[in-house]
């Protein structure tokens, strides 16, 4: 069946950088468009970036600049670099086939001093 599983995340100061990871089984990943979502404590989950099977990328207002999805192939795994960290960034943050239900257990990222 399709599994997604992240990692990556963890605890860092604000303006610091974290590298998600999504690995994907189960499907032809590379035919896939990919997509990072996050949630943040009584907020509703929101669309981060996004990546398509040629590589282009969209990002929310929130992170353009800051944020940058890839993706490997060869690996199946689907990246987002995170720089210049921000408290408001703190959440957790889940993988997913984009427009499908397929979604892993995400990972949690806290920006604090």
């Known amino acids: 069946q399709v599994q997604l599983v992240e990692s990556g995340g963890g605890l860092v100061q604000p303006g610091g950088s974290l590298r998600l990871s999504c690995v994907v089984s189960g499907t032809i990943f590379r035919l896939m468009k990919m997509a990072w979502y996050r949630q943040a404590p009584g907020k509703q989950r929101e669309l981060v970036a996004t990546i398509t099977t040629l590589s282009n990328t969209n990002y929310a207002d929130s992170v353009k600049g800051r944020f940058t999805i890839s993706r490997e192939n060869a690996k199946n795994t689907v990246y987002l670099q995170m720089n210049s960290l921000k408290p408001e960034d703190t959440a957790v943050y889940y993988c997913?086939?984009?427009?499908?239900?397929?979604w892993g257990k995400g990972t949690l990222v806290t920006v604090s001093s």
């Open positions: 997913n086939i984009y427009n499908q239900n397929y």
